[in-house]
């Protein structure tokens, strides 16, 4: 099962988002349902005008006739009614106390008698929704109740333009809410993001404390905790240098001695012994050049390396301090090893260079034929990048083996033994911790192999 972490502005984002959009949706249908009241009630109230209309009607024509025509009159006023408003249909009857019809349509009737005074209701009428209004009043003719029925299509687009009308504001006053609480969360949120970038860019070497200016004070804890920790872990790797360097020191010292010894029982030593010591003595050599190797992998380590000094380095001299380092024992191989070197100057540690540049001329002059070319390069592109650069006539490596070299003890097949598997895992290292760049390809000659480091250009 994975596990999800869950990040912070997340986690706020959601305490904040939903019972925002809670609030929200609920104003939202408050704001919907009181509008449509106020609509409703506003056509209720016109509704109940006309049947106040008719009833002061009735007073005039009582007063004036009281013959047949007041039927025809009232049915008059409603149609004079119906030409203000063509959208919805208006019916009326009005009747006495007897339920006799004194004006209107006889079929509201039902309705006069089912409805309370005074009261509205919604109805089908004929197969048609309806809102009834009953009123009743004490006409010159004695007590009678008017109805009055009419159609719902306007009530129906007033439905619609409250819809509109604050749905799509509410909607978007939602959206303008919850935006604003992400900008306001991510804004709050952006010493964090400060501060995790800047750890995130930092190098594995950079152990100085984190800044505590710019942060809230929220955070300070955390930063004075990990300034703490990193404190130990500077100690601790200052520590691990000191212990590095004496066992470099005190190792060099009694090998030294012992391969002195070697070389001095094998002056002495009758023929039978001398094979059993010179076979001794290649197990010391390998044994010391493996211990060396050890320690100065061990020292250019991203731990070990974070209290180094860089200097600004010429590479010019570096390639004539290897020459005179290298050339007896390109003689002794019988391999041409040749230099030429043009001005480039690096930020650097010169004895993590000095082992580089070592472990690389070394590879080449193992892996060389015999009279084969061995040729050490430095100079500058035209972009200002230092680069140094070694060529040799060996087997090369295959493409597929170049990512595998760099790994610790680890040896292509075929290669010729006495090696430990260090040398270009040392080289790796190094130029890790100058932030160079480490390239394998085809030899300069056709034939073997090239391997290029090319450095960040210097200040």
């Known amino acids: 099962m994975v596990n999800r972490h869950d990040s912070l502005r997340s986690r706020l984002l959601r305490r904040l988002w939903w019972p925002l959009l809670a609030v929200l949706l609920l104003s939202a249908l408050y704001e919907y349902d009181q509008a449509l009241n106020r609509a409703r009630d506003d056509q209720d109230l016109a509704l109940r005008r006309v049947a106040i209309a008719i009833a002061s009607r009735l007073d005039v024509d009582a007063d004036d006739a009281r013959d047949d025509d007041l039927g025809w009159h009232l049915g008059r006023t409603v149609a004079a009614m119906q030409r203000a408003d063509l959208t919805d249909r208006l019916m009326f009857v009005v009747c006495d106390s007897h339920q006799t019809v004194i004006g209107g349509d006889a079929a509201l009737l039902a309705l006069a008698r089912a409805a309370n005074p005074q009261t509205y209701a919604d109805r089908e009428v004929n197969g048609e929704a309806m809102r009834v209004v009953t009123f009743p009043h004490p006409s010159p003719l004695g007590p009678v109740t008017v109805v009055v029925?009419?159609?719902?299509?306007?009530?129906?687009?007033?439905?619609?333009?409250?819809?509109?009308?604050?749905?799509?504001?509410?909607?978007?006053?939602?959206?303008?809410?919850?935006?604003?609480?992400?900008?306001?969360?991510?804004?709050?949120?952006?010493?964090?993001?400060?501060?995790?970038?800047?750890?995130?860019?930092?190098?594995?070497?950079?152990?100085?404390?984190l800044p505590l200016e710019p942060l809230p004070e929220e955070l300070l804890p955390l930063v004075k905790s990990i300034n703490r920790l990193m404190t130990h872990v500077s100690s601790s790797v200052e520590s691990q240098q000191a212990f590095?360097?004496?066992?470099?020191?005190?190792?060099?010292?009694?090998?030294?001695?012992?391969?002195?010894?070697?070389?001095?029982?094998?002056?002495?030593?009758?023929?039978?012994?001398?094979?059993?010591?010179?076979?001794?003595?290649?197990?010391?050599?390998?044994?010391?050049r493996m211990t060396h190797q050890m320690l100065a992998l061990a020292r250019s380590s991203s731990q070990a390396a974070s209290t180094e000094d860089f200097d600004t380095i010429e590479l010019q001299h570096l390639l004539e301090?290897?020459?005179?380092?290298?050339?007896?024992?390109?003689?002794?191989?019988?391999?041409?090893?040749?230099f030429e070197a043009e001005p480039a100057r690096i930020r650097g540690s010169t004895w993590m260079l000095r082992e580089m540049l070592g472990n690389?001329?070394?590879?080449?002059?193992?892996?060389?034929?015999?009279?084969?070319?061995?040729?050490?390069?430095?100079?500058?592109?035209?972009?200002?990048?230092?680069?140094?650069?070694i060529d040799d006539e060996?087997?090369?490596?295959?493409?597929?083996?170049?990512?595998?070299?760099?790994?610790?003890?680890?040896?292509?097949?075929g290669t010729q033994p006495g090696g430990a598997g260090l040398g270009l895992a040392i080289v790796r290292e190094v130029t890790?911790?100058?932030?160079?760049?480490?390239?394998?390809?085809?030899?300069?000659?056709?034939?073997?192999?090239?391997?290029?480091?090319?450095f960040p250009r210097a200040a």
């Open 432 to 454: 890790l911790r100058h932030g160079a760049s480490l390239t394998f390809s085809s030899g300069a000659w056709g034939q073997g192999l090239t391997v290029r480091v090319e």
């Open 149 to 209: 029925a009419e159609t719902t299509h306007r009530r129906a687009q007033q439905g619609r333009r409250v819809l509109i009308d604050t749905v799509p504001p509410n909607l978007l006053l939602i959206g303008l809410a919850l935006l604003l609480v992400r900008t306001g969360v991510n804004r709050a949120m952006s010493p964090l993001n400060r501060l995790s970038v800047s750890v995130a860019q930092r190098a594995p070497e950079d152990l100085s404390p």
């Open 394 to 413: 060996g087997p090369g490596i295959p493409a597929s083996e170049h990512d595998k070299v760099c790994e610790r003890f680890y040896q292509v097949a």
């Open 360 to 389: 690389l001329i070394d590879n080449a002059i193992r892996h060389s034929p015999t009279d084969g070319r061995v040729t050490v390069r430095c100079g500058c592109t035209a972009t200002g990048h230092p680069w140094l650069a």
């Open 244 to 288: 590095l360097s004496n066992a470099a020191h005190q190792l060099r010292t009694p090998l030294a001695g012992v391969q002195t010894q070697i070389e001095l029982a094998l002056r002495e030593a009758p023929d039978a012994q001398k094979q059993r010591l010179l076979k001794v003595q290649q197990a010391l050599q390998r044994m010391v």
């Open 321 to 338: 301090d290897a020459a005179s380092t290298w050339l007896d024992s390109a003689l002794a191989a019988r391999v041409d090893l040749g």
